[in-house]
């Protein structure tokens, strides 16, 4: 079902899958086009958790989605707000950060019992990604077109502010040693992780593809780690 | 960094062309060195060349430089192995 939260910048919307009750995981998708590659993966996990009996919530950031906020209006900062107003609407369950690629850097402001984190990456990996995107588009990238030349700046057809890439310049994903953290990475992804699934990432998939595998082997994975955290 | 048989890097190609762009291990199997991609897969934009790039990397274990992302290298299925063997070889 469909939910609302009030957001930084108004109110959003946010999926809700599962029981109402007991544990529940919060995603953070990648950001732009690899969360509209990633996104129908993502739901298909959170319908399986809700078959291991964990509740799922999806919300929309400020500017994506059914967002009422301008896409280049929204800030990094109000990523990150917006993501603890969620989990603070979820503060009477134990909320479980699950956060994908981007997404990862979205979540360090939040109360959470535990962080899962897939294919987490540094704002200077996602500023990367912009730059050989827009290499790719033709469009020569070097930092000083990235930051000041287009405003705001196409991402793969998302316009983004360049405020926005600014803020992503030291980011890096929150894992506090006092709650628990698990790293899960994809295919050939030979940075370090307490698991490596053989798949294809679906962020560089060039359409959104099912992957029931996938989706429940993740799923699987989350279940379990929270039961562990559970205790 | 370790040297890859140039069949070896052909087939890590094939494979991310069908992974990345979504196409049947048999059209990719079809492909040889004249191959056109660039303009001629509707598959492949730019973030789709992005995907193959990163893609490439990943399983190859190469770098590739932005100022290097150009059409010619990946006009033709030939083309593209030939820039990724050359990658590969270091």
Redesign the interface.
């Known amino acids: 079902m469909i939910d609302f939260y009030d957001g930084p910048g108004g109110r959003e919307a946010m999926l809700c899958l599962g029981p109402a009750q007991g544990p529940v995981v919060l995603v953070a998708l990648p950001f732009w086009?690899e969360a509209n590659r990633t996104r129908v993966v993502a739901v298909a996990m959170l319908r399986a958790l809700a078959r291991h009996g964990i509740g799922g919530v999806l919300p929309d950031w400020p500017g994506t989605g059914e967002s009422l906020v301008e896409t280049e209006k929204a800030s990094f900062a109000q990523w990150r707000l917006a993501h603890r107003s969620v989990a603070e609407m979820l503060a009477a369950r134990r909320c479980y950060g699950v956060s994908m690629r981007g997404g990862t850097l979205v979540d360090g402001l939040a109360d959470l019992a535990g962080r899962w984190h897939l294919a987490p990456m540094t704002g200077e990996a996602v500023l990367r990604?912009v730059?050989?995107?827009r290499?790719?588009?033709?469009l020569?990238?070097d930092e000083h077109g990235v930051f000041g030349a287009e405003s705001p700046v196409r991402v793969?057809g998302n316009r983004v502010s360049p405020h926005f890439l600014a803020e992503l310049a030291g980011a890096a994903p929150s894992a506090p040693e006092a709650i628990p953290y698990r790293v899960v990475r994809l295919?050939?992804?030979?940075a370090p992780a307490d698991r490596t699934i053989d798949a294809?990432?679906p962020?560089?998939?060039?359409?959104p593809?099912e992957d029931p595998e996938l989706a429940a082997t993740l799923a699987e994975d989350i279940a379990q780690w929270i039961a562990t955290c559970e205790g | 960094m370790e040297l890859q048989a140039g069949s070896e890097v052909e087939a890590t190609v094939r494979g991310v062309l069908a992974?990345?762009?979504?196409l049947s291990q048999e059209r990719v199997a079809g492909f040889d060195a004249e191959t056109p991609l660039f303009g001629a897969l509707p598959?492949?934009?730019?973030?789709?060349?992005?995907?193959v790039?990163?893609?490439l990397e990943?399983?190859l274990?190469i770098l590739i430089e932005?100022?290097e992302?150009d059409g010619e290298m990946l006009e033709t299925f030939g083309q593209l192995v030939a820039f990724a063997n050359a990658k590969a070889q270091g």
């Not at chain 1, 962020?203 to 359409?207: L, S």
């Not at chain 2, 992974?19 to 979504?22: A, K, T, W």
């Not at chain 2, 598959?43 to 995907?51: C, F, K, P, R, Y």
Request: glycine letters at 14%; hydrophobic letters at 40%; proline letters at 2%.
């Open positions: 086009e990604d730059i050989r995107l290499a790719a588009a033709g020569r990238g793969a295919g050939h992804d030979r294809v990432p962020w560089r998939r060039a359409e593809q | 992974d990345v762009l979504g598959e492949l934009d730019s973030m789709a060349v992005a995907g790039l990163t893609e990943d399983r274990g932005d100022d992302v």
